[in-house]
């Protein structure tokens, strides 16, 4: 987990389809407007249902949508985390 924390691109073990969810998600996340149908139709050829596109769709937004409330707020960071490894 940590390797793929660090840089899910270099981790070894990941799965086509995690590999794929996870380029999907980077790119909803740095660049929403950029998401097409055919983006969609990847994480299908991979094996994931319409029910799991939205499932992952949904945590993605909800994630950034708590964090921009937070750093909206000025809610500081926990601790634990280090945004500098």
Same mark, same amino acid.
């Given at each position: 987990?940590?390797?793929?924390?660090?840089?899910?691109?270099?981790?070894?073990?990941?799965?086509?389809?995690? &590999?794929?969810? +996870? !380029?999907? $998600? /980077?790119?909803?996340?740095?660049?929403?407007?950029?998401?097409?149908?055919? *983006?969609?139709? #990847?994480?299908?050829?991979?094996?994931?249902?319409? &029910?799991?596109? +939205? !499932?992952? $769709? /949904?945590?993605?937004?909800?994630?950034?949508?708590?964090?921009?409330?937070? *750093?909206?707020? #000025?809610?500081?960071?926990?601790?634990?985390?280090?945004?500098?490894?």
């Amino acid at each position: 987990m940590a390797a793929v924390e660090a840089d899910y691109r270099s981790a070894a073990g990941l799965s086509p389809k995690r &590999r794929a969810m +996870l !380029d999907y $998600v /980077e790119k909803l996340t740095l660049s929403p407007a950029a998401v097409t149908a055919d *983006d969609v139709a #990847g994480l299908r050829e991979v094996g994931f249902s319409d &029910r799991d596109v +939205l !499932d992952i $769709v /949904e945590v993605c937004a909800y994630y950034a949508y708590v964090n921009r409330i937070a *750093d909206g707020l #000025g809610v500081p960071t926990e601790t634990w985390i280090d945004f500098d490894s």
